[in-house]
């Protein structure tokens, strides 16, 4: 398993990241020992590749996964408006970032961009455009031989998709190779019944991970058990990235170094 950490391009409302100068945080990054960097961008279209490509190669770190959450966040396009015009702008949005992570050789995150709905009574119709929205995105993103994530995320912050068995049941209905999920400890915390049975039952759909503790502090900051969850991964065969998506608390600096030691720790001692 290969650790990573959310650091975002431009600044953003979504605490759990990295913010500030992405240089000087990558450096920092790289300096830790992290073997990747997770990239929450809003636009796309406006990085330069060439600069951000190169600046990583030269810290030799990977690039875990492209964030999007800031699309729905700052400017509230999302995959499941009942606008036509937003649901379109936001699709495209994402072929930006699909051709973004077709050149740093990464996946493309779909997280809260999907909408943060609270009108449980039309939760239906809005999942049924945000699956028409997913379809097309895979579509783009297989013809581009890009992975797509969809990461199921709590109620307190939409009504679409809050476990790993509902983003399953997408993934089964799209039945796009390309799309698999992305689990976060923060919200299997609030919707799983059992975290451990769930990565069990989901094995095998499971492409990128996410940990923050159950207040969205570093790991050993709250009462998620990182041991257990890191042995059904061992169980399960994970090799790709965990990705620490936490608070920058008391600093990014300390959070970045504590979570990095904490599970280094365990994974060592338990030699996975
Ligand atoms: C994003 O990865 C996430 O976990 C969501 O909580 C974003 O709001
Ligand atoms: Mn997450």
Avoid at 191 to 207: N, P, R, T, V
Avoid at 228 to 250: H, M, N, Q, R
Wanted: glycine share 4%; aromatic share 10%.
């Amino acid at each position: 398993m290969k650790l990573s950490f959310v650091v975002s391009i431009s600044q953003t409302e979504f605490e759990a990241v990295a913010q500030g100068p992405w240089k000087s945080n990558i450096d920092y990054l790289a300096s830790l020992g992290y073997e990747a960097v997770e990239l929450a961008i809003r636009e796309a279209a406006n990085i330069d590749k060439r600069e951000l490509s190169d600046y990583l190669s030269f810290k030799e770190l990977k690039v875990s996964a492209l964030g999007t959450g800031q699309i729905y966040l700052k400017e509230n396009l999302s995959l499941s408006s009942k606008e036509d015009e937003i649901r379109e702008k936001a699709v495209k949005r994402i072929h930006e970032h699909i051709d973004l992570a077709k050149e740093l050789q990464t996946s493309v995150i779909i997280g809260l961009i999907r909408g943060g709905i609270f009108d449980y009574s039309q939760r239906q119709r809005y999942e049924s455009l945000f699956l028409d929205s997913l379809s097309e995105i895979c579509a783009y993103a297989a013809s581009k031989g890009v992975n797509i994530l969809l990461e199921p995320i709590n109620r307190y912050e939409t009504a679409l998709l809050p476990t790993l068995e509902s983003a399953a049941k997408t993934i089964y209905k799209l039945k796009y190779n390309c799309l698999g999920i992305l689990m976060d400890t923060f919200h299997m915390n609030i919707e799983e019944k059992d975290i451990s049975e769930s990565i069990l039952k989901f094995a095998s759909l499971i492409k990128h991970v996410h940990f923050s503790d159950s207040n969205r502090l570093a790991p050993g900051q709250g009462h998620i058990d990182f041991c257990k969850v890191l042995d059904v991964l061992k169980k399960i065969g994970y090799e790709k990235y965990i990705s620490f998506e936490i608070l920058p608390k008391p600093d990014f600096k300390s959070a970045a170094k504590d979570s990095l030691s904490y599970i280094r720790k365990i994974l060592e001692k338990e030699r996975i």
